[in-house]
């Protein structure tokens, strides 16, 4: 077990270009339970708001999300990531990721993409976009031949559908970004934040213990 999801199967995603926003978001984020989140590279600011998330809220597993070459992931870990997630599979990623010692979650939704993450030594995936790409049945059935191969679905994952990917033994933890909504960060509600992350954790305590 990874444990970076002892905490809950969660993992948050920040999409943030104001530093201040950010640290808050995650302080909300860990005070409703959640304390894996993934700061998105798709922002000017997004490596500001990963340093000060590792500086300021220690007790986060904070890491980077959207890296897309081996130069942003030695950026990301020189920023405090403590991980790594792709959209897709680079090699050049998983290297860097590999030998800083950080675990790396690359991006897959076929099966010959999975064999090559399997091939590569990898045990847990990033299933996306999760539910476009076939959701809870599609799971299912690349686990049947993956046997040990661990997901943890992102992309349209929400409090809809969450224990029914978490039902999955499979599914290691869900990733998203309905945890921290832009209209609850604009209005500085970060308690709103801790409320989404409370009712996230109750909803996935559930759907884990009824596996
Ligand atoms: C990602 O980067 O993993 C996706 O953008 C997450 O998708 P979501 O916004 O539907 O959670």
New binding site residues.
Partial sequence: MNSMFDDAPLLA?V?QDDVEAAVRTAEALLAGGISAI?V?L?TDGALDCLREISKEVPKAVVGA??VLSAAQAEQALDCGASFI?S?GIDEGVIEVARSAGAPVYP?VCTATELQRAHNFGLGTV?F????VAGGVPAIKALSSVFRAMRFIP?????IANLADFLSLPAVLAC????LTPKELIEKRDFQGISALAEQALAVAAKAVANR
């Fill in positions: 995603l999409q993934e998105l798709r999300g959207t997630v959209p991006g990033k996306f976009p999760a539910t992102t992309g349209g994952v929400s990733g998203g970004s309905w």
